[in-house]
């Protein structure tokens, strides 16, 4: 279904309406268009409600977005964290990789525009849904939890990647006084994504979701993101340890572990087990280039037009895990070599080693078109959400060990025992970096610790006073993205960050 609803540019920041076509979900992906609203009767109905807020599903594929040099939002936030390569003829994913970029890189825009896009809907739904009559009180409340989330989830990218950032909960126009607003402290923000997602806890979502749907475990377990977030850099609030162990911890009973690493990233398993929420695809409606991007260059791996190599591993990073580790085993996490498409006979040898955890098995045998989900919430994010808080507040106590050593189990690896306080923190930390490898986690785990792991030592430190695997020392501006020249432009209440 499709609304037909003008675009508005506000102050070059918001959207007061925004198209919305589809659903980020596969139960929604297959809606043909029945209707057209318009901005007249676009919230009579509860048909149009579900419609509307389907629509905040989809605005989460700008991360997936990009150009064919591969400057999508995904592979930008890893080149920051500084353990990976990137293709040769891209000039802004070189610019990061070595600290040069600038605030016109396109993709700060691309990543500002949308969240925006997807706040302005959110404040539509909200103050729209409990209006519509008649409407089942159950599904108004569950669409309203959507929508609060998704308000959270928007402005919880906003406030980590740029800081103090304009903070509009409320639907705009052209004569609104938040039409060319300032800038609202950290602080604030965050304390209105709490709001949002305690307001989505107590919607009345299931604990999980299958569909792909916002379910209770992704509220929480962003919601427990959120506190450990809180409880580091640039806030310390460090009480907030303790609300992130409680918030996680029954998440920890409501999904469990694949035991084959080939179910992240097949279809047979989209949004089940493990996987708490995704970007959901599906070919004939919404593709991308996950596996084009993240193949070796120009090497004929699989029906794609292009093979890109534009996030590539550094092969430091890959030998940084422990000795006999399943993860790095040949199409485990990662490969080096491959059947050539059409002459299987022939194996490619890479000579590098790429992403098979993003290797999308049923594209690269048939079409070419990748419907693979991206994952932005799992179980082990949630058990080591858990781990850090917890040891945080008690030290390694006996289920902090049990939710590292579930992963480790998988992975082949001995449990972890006997360790201080410092030296579990640590190893916690370090398995966030390989279990969450290339999962857009690296970068806000730099940003709220203010240590780097490095791969050359399996060590961590201040980045600002050591050298990433390309020998590039992290310039403190680069704990947060500049404000989109664009935006600083058009509206002259916004400030730049430092430095940039």
């Not at 659903?23 to 297959?30: A, E, F, H, Q, V």
């Not at 590292?404 to 006997?418: D, E, G, T």
């Not at 410092?422 to 279990?435: L, N, Q």
Request: hydrophobic share 35%; aromatic share 14%.
């Amino acid at each position: 279904m499709k609304f037909n609803l003008k675009k508005y540019r506000v102050g070059g920041l918001l959207l007061i309406l925004a198209a919305t076509t589809g659903s980020g979900c596969k139960k929604y992906l297959d809606e043909k268009d029945k209707s057209n609203f318009v901005k007249s009767n676009y919230f009579a109905s509860s048909n149009q409600a579900q419609t509307f807020v389907n629509g905040l599903y989809n605005v989460m594929y700008f991360f997936q977005n990009g150009d064919a040099y591969g400057e999508s939002p995904f592979i930008t936030l890893e080149l920051f964290a500084g353990h990976a390569t990137s293709l040769g003829q891209s000039v802004n994913n070189g610019n990061v990789i070595h600290q040069r970029t600038d605030a016109v890189n396109p993709g700060f825009e691309t990543v500002w525009y949308n969240c925006y896009k997807g706040i302005a809907n959110s404040n539509l739904a909200i103050e729209n849904i409990p209006g519509i009559s008649p409407m089942d009180d159950g599904l108004k409340k569950k669409l309203i939890g959507e929508a609060y989330f998704f308000r959270a989830f928007y402005y919880y990218h906003l406030v980590r990647l740029y800081g103090d950032v304009p903070l509009i909960t409320k639907s705009q126009s052209v004569s609104s006084p938040d039409l060319y607003p300032s800038r609202t402290p950290v602080a604030d923000v965050y304390k209105q994504i709490i709001a949002d997602l305690q307001a989505a806890e107590a919607s009345g979502m299931p604990n999980t979701d299958a569909t792909g749907r916002v379910s209770l475990g992704a509220v929480k377990t962003l919601l427990a993101s959120v506190y450990l977030t809180t409880a580091g850099f640039p806030l310390k609030q460090t009480e907030n340890y303790a609300k992130a162990a409680s918030e996680i911890q029954p998440v920890l009973g409501w999904y469990s572990l694949f035991t084959d690493y080939a179910y992240l990233h097949d279809n047979a398993h989209k949004n089940q087990q493990e996987l708490i929420f995704q970007i959901n695809y599906l070919v004939g409606t919404q593709t991308n280039a996950i596996p084009q991007l993240t193949i070796p260059f120009n090497l004929l791996v699989g029906a794609y037009g292009d093979h890109l190599g534009a996030m590539i591993p550094t092969n430091q990073f890959v030998a940084s895990y422990e000795s006999g580790d399943l993860r790095t085993q040949e199409r485990q996490f990662y490969f080096s070599s491959y059947p050539q498409y059409g002459n299987p006979s022939n194996i490619i040898q890479f000579g590098e080693h790429a992403l098979y955890k993003y290797f999308h098995v049923e594209s690269a045998a048939q079409s070419g078109n990748s419907d693979e989900n991206w994952t932005l919430l799992r179980l082990p994010e949630a058990q080591l959400i858990y781990a850090e808080a917890s040891n945080e507040v008690n030290g390694p106590t006996a289920d902090a060990y049990a939710a590292v050593n579930a992963i480790r189990a998988r992975a082949k690896l001995a449990p972890l025992s006997n360790l201080t306080k410092d030296t579990f923190r640590e190893a916690i930390w370090r398995e966030r970096y390989h279990e969450l490898a290339y999962e857009n986690k690296a970068y806000f785990d730099m940003q709220r610790t203010h240590m780097a792991y490095l791969p050359q030592s399996n060590t961590f430190a201040d980045p600002t006073a050591s050298q990433t695997e390309q020998g590039v020392t992290f310039k403190t501006q680069y704990y947060l993205w500049p404000i989109p020249q664009r935006e600083i432009s058009t509206n002259s209440k916004l400030t730049q960050n430092p430095g940039w």
